[in-house]
């Protein structure tokens, strides 16, 4: 993980996703729609492991404050 401008990152094998808590408003769409990668009671709170690639992603492009994003381990990047 990395700080200094608030964005960690946090790897998995096919997916890694970084979150930006300056961003965050707290909208919950990640704790809801994966709590198996998103836990906030558990550190690191994000798993990228936790759940396949796709489903993910589908859940990152529902953050809207774009506080989550997520690059693929092929290159592919996303809000």
Not at 61 to 75: E, H, K, M, Q
């Amino acid at each position: 993980m990395n700080g200094g401008s608030g964005k960690k990152t946090y790897e998995g094998q096919s997916v890694t996703v970084t979150f930006e808590a300056g961003r965050c408003r707290h909208a919950a769409e990640c704790v809801r729609g994966l709590p198996e990668v998103f836990d906030t009671a558990r550190r690191p709170w994000i798993r990228p492991d936790g759940a396949t690639a796709e489903r993910l992603v589908e859940v990152v492009r529902r953050c809207p404050s774009g506080a989550l994003r997520y690059r693929l381990a092929d290159g592919g990047t996303g809000p």
